[in-house]
């Protein structure tokens, strides 16, 4: 079987001038990262012409470590759609590094539902992600040099700095260091650490900014930390948002590449959905719905995450309304929440996937609560059995949602074509009516109550005494108008990975809550929430190289 990057290297690729065509962009406004790439400028976006495309979100269910294939769901999906005459683009986030060369491999989709140039959108792609860890590290670097200042000292009380160093690597090593060691010259010395830039509130900022000035607001927005007399400090105290934002100039900008079958697919931005918002760039998704007729996006590991931060947060704060909801299932992650284990998920086993169900329903449950008829696809792979796909098709239809079969990483296009119809159906049934679940003028704890308990199913929600301190400063600073993006395991419907299926009775742990005000969110952490993740035994770093002719191997 040809592995992903076998695939991606026999395609034939257009120049991005020909996919800027598809989409009736001129190539006058196109910036070149050569002949596959280009940057699309701001003025492109068109609000009359948002409100009249439709919006397709792509989610899943829990995931097993290995994902459920959202991204390559997405990708065949808008080439099954482009297939049946609905003009479609995909817009999707751009691969962190630390995944890449980690265990899960890249985020450019998989087999012939790719997003191509696939080597460069996994590595480097057109720097979006180094300008993001510059302009974090920037303010890192600022914050220091004021500690160190005796002539421009702001009187920050070094123990309060909440800002640490981000970079695109899974170092373990670098999660909590001692820094300013060396003697006067160097600083003074603290404690701090690196998160990975994914999990940089800079990530999450450029992800919902609508356009360059208030990028540069949000910049100057970031909470830092206190002085000594208690006093917030924040980015705009130490007047670096303008060479932050100089910094994140051409980042702001959403990225045009294709799918292997020659459809326009925009990627931008890259938060990951356990820590952040799990979403593209609020840009990247109005310049496709300016473009094209129908968007399909997608939000990062199961519906309780990405889905409900992009439904609360992303699309109450830019105004956006997705007409469906496509709920990925695989026969391994039901069979997996049915109880078997991670060494059985390929062999047959009907029981285990009607077990799994509950998870499955639990999700569909949560996208009905927002007015949205959400489908099912199930991702199909080749140790599936029919007896297997026809217990979801029977549990899906008693509950009045389509499940379709796609086989999008073995057909492409051809494969999602019924998805594409199912999909289209909805729409043009004018069956949903989104409606967010909380209002944010509504205090902290009832909006992390509302989703504890409505979304992960939870029986109750406790907080830690630091959590309550938490609260308590939140409420003084006058952020207590802004949503909640909860921090939480991917692995369970709970805060611990071990609960499998559809967990009930159970109880939200809040440790503590962090201030995102640049982004304009609250971050309340359940769990062991890690922000620089480790390389396992054997990262897949070892499986890549590449030959004398420039040819990369290995990515997956």
Known sequence: MPTDIDIARKATLQHVRAIAEQINVSEEDLEYYGRHKAKLPLHLIDHDKIKTSNLILVSAISPTPAGEGKSTMSIGLTQGLNRIGRATTVVLREPSLGPVFGIKGGAAGGGYSQVLPMEDINLHFTGDFAAVEKAHNLLAALIDNNIQSKTKSLGIDPRTVLWKRVMDMNDRSLRKVVIGLGGTGSGIPRESGFDITAASEIMAIL?????????????????????????????????????????????????????????????????????????????????????????VTEAGFGADLGAEKFLNIKCQSAGLAPKVVVLVATIRALKYHGGAGLDQLTEANAEAVEKGLVNLEKHIENIQQFGIQPVVAINKFTTD?????????????????????????AKGGEGAEDLAKAVAKVIDAGQSNFQPLYDWKAPVMEKIETIATKIYGAAKVEYSSRAKIDLRRITKLGLDHLPVCIAKTQKSLSDNPKLIGRPEGFTITVREIEIAAGAGFLVPITGNMMRMPGLPARPSAEGIDIDADGNISGLF
């Open 207 to 295: 992800c919902l900014s609508n356009d360059l000035m208030d990028l540069k607001e949000r910049l100057g927005n970031i909470f830092v930390g206190f002085t000594f007399d208690k006093k917030p400090v924040y980015a705009r105290d130490f007047n670096g948002q303008g060479a932050m934002t100089a910094l994140l100039k051409d980042a702001i900008k959403p990225n045009l590449v294709q799918t292997i079958e020659g459809n326009p697919a925009i990627i931008h931005g890259g938060p990951f959905a356990n820590i952040a918002q799990g979403t593209n760039t609020v840009i990247a998704t109005r310049m496709g719905m300016s473009l094209s007729e129908y968007v």
């Open 385 to 409: 059995t029919d007896e297997e796909i026809a217990v979801i098709q029977k549990r899906c239809t008693a509950l009045g949602v389509d499940a379709i079969v796609a086989e999008v990483w």
